[in-house]
């Protein structure tokens, strides 16, 4: 199973992008996807999950209401529009895959992982 994000950038703070990841391999729609991001000095940090079948997605309180996450099962691709950047949203995204279909908030629990997007946002 491979995963390859892509979509980063660099984009003025109020400004938005939409990541992509895409999942070749195994059964896509069973998966549980996330995503993380981490930031020079800092540990990886959940930002959203989805479980495989939609139903139950979330999110990290510092994006809530800015970003959403979807997937399409069709193209094997998972999504996350972000709208509002902040500064503080800088880091490198990276998109998961876990097998049970849970999309969880440990990244521990994620057996994939895609390579890692950067995302800069100026102030």
């Known amino acids: 199973v491979q995963l390859q994000a892509f979509g980063g950038g660099l984009v003025q703070a109020g400004g938005f992008l939409r990541l992509s990841c895409v999942v070749s391999?195994?059964?896509?729609?069973?998966?549980?996807m996330g995503w993380f991001r981490q930031a020079p000095g800092k540990e990886r940090e959940f930002v959203a999950g989805?479980?495989?079948?939609?139903?139950?997605?979330y999110y990290a309180d510092s994006v809530k209401g800015r970003f959403t996450s979807s997937r399409d099962n069709a193209k094997n691709t998972v999504y996350l529009q972000m709208n509002s950047l902040k500064p503080e949203d800088t880091a490198v995204y990276y998109c998961?895959?876990?097998?049970?279909?849970?999309?969880?908030?440990?990244?521990?629990?994620?057996?994939?992982w895609g390579q890692g997007t950067q995302v800069t946002v100026s102030s």
């Open positions: 998961a895959a876990d097998r049970d279909g849970l999309g969880y908030r440990d990244p521990n629990k994620f057996a994939y």
């Open positions: 391999g195994g059964t896509f729609s069973r998966y549980g």
């Open positions: 989805m479980r495989w079948n939609i139903l139950g997605t």
